[in-house]
């Protein structure tokens, strides 16, 4: 998998390794890097690697204080 490649839905929540509508919801709330095109969630690969190491740091941080 490219660093640029774009994934569909169900593409990233098996990259994370997370459930469809746990992602969904996500995208949604805007918790995670996503957009719509014609009306379905997309991600792009080195956005989502980005969101998790940004994800890590915050909760290394927390849990330092």
């Not at 990233?12 to 095109?37: D, H, M, R, V, W």
């Not at 998790?52 to 849990?63: D, G, V």
Request: charged content about 35%.
């Amino acid at each position: 998998m490219d660093n640029s490649e774009i994934m569909t839905i169900e593409e990233c929540a098996k990259y994370l390794k997370t459930s469809f509508s746990t992602l969904y919801k996500l995208a949604q709330e805007g918790e995670i890097p996503a957009f719509k095109l014609s009306g379905q969630w997309r991600f792009k690969k080195d956005l989502i690697d980005e969101w998790i190491r940004h994800e890590s740091i915050k909760k290394i941080q927390k849990s330092e204080e």
